[in-house]
């Protein structure tokens, strides 16, 4: 069974570029995470999808993030205009959820490391 | 708000030396743990989960961990590590009665084991 895909695995940009990010979950899973990690923290969730809807994003920067996920498969997580704060991994996870419950495994991503200079 | 904390950020051992990696988190509802491990150059996997029942849980690769609701305290723990064990080792909780997984991640131990 494949896993969690994303892409790119590194980026480097500029400060006030735009960058988007992919990700593919794992054939079947209806739950859609989106998180950032810092160096040296844990991850923390920036968004969460149940199938296309979000349903959960109290934690994305509204002003300059934005993400979907089309037809309840894939996600696009994008950042522009990116800031120097922004360089961090952002990780991409999946889950097969069950209505009202909360102990869904969550298979995660390799990330995408973004380097704003 | 929930946290969790990981007192330990760095722990460096010698293979079959005892694990244990304090894992503790603030919140006074009922929730659900999770050790995840990321080994170096690899993705972040779950290693062991609570959710209920014997508070005494047992991972992949001989890890367990143990829940002591009265301490908050979800402690990992392995006998004997091995070289293999090199990685980092995170803790998670979510709200249980939150009706979906938010999981709180602490910011992790990176353990260390020299042959």
């Known amino acids: 069974e494949a896993g969690v895909v994303q892409s790119p695995r590194y980026k480097i940009i500029e400060k006030k570029q735009p960058v988007a990010f992919w990700c593919n979950p794992i054939?079947?899973?209806?739950?859609l995470y989106w998180y950032r990690q810092n160096l040296g923290q844990g991850p923390e969730l920036l968004i969460r999808?149940?199938?296309?809807?979000?349903?959960?994003d109290s934690q994305l920067p509204k002003d300059r993030f934005s993400a979907e996920r089309l037809k309840g498969v894939d996600s696009t997580l994008k950042i522009q205009p990116a800031e120097l704060g922004d360089s961090a991994v952002y990780l991409c996870?999946?889950?097969?959820?069950?209505?009202?419950?909360?102990?869904?495994?969550?298979?995660f991503g390799p990330g995408t490391r973004l380097t704003v200079l | 708000a929930q946290s969790v904390s990981q007192h330990n950020h760095h722990v460096i051992l010698s293979e079959a030396a005892s694990l244990e990696l304090g894992c503790n988190y603030s919140?006074?509802?009922?929730?659900?743990l999770f050790w995840y491990v990321q080994y170096p150059g690899q993705h972040l996997q779950l290693l062991l989960k609570?959710?209920?029942?014997?508070?005494l849980v047992k991972g992949i690769k001989g890890f367990e961990a143990e829940f002591i609701k009265s301490k908050f305290s979800f402690n990992l723990r392995k006998p004997s590590v091995q070289w293999s064990d090199t990685a980092e080792y995170f803790c998670?909780?979510?709200?249980?009665?939150?009706?979906?997984?938010?999981?709180?991640f602490g910011a992790g131990t990176r353990l260390a084991v020299h042959p």
């Open positions: 998670a909780v979510n709200n249980a009665s939150g009706g979906y997984n938010k999981l709180i």
């Open positions: 996870a999946s889950s097969l959820k069950y209505s009202g419950m909360s102990t869904d495994t969550q298979y």
């Open positions: 054939s079947g899973h209806n739950t």
């Open positions: 999808y149940e199938n296309e809807e979000a349903v959960d």
């Open positions: 609570y959710f209920s029942g014997d508070p």
């Open positions: 919140y006074g509802g009922t929730v659900n």
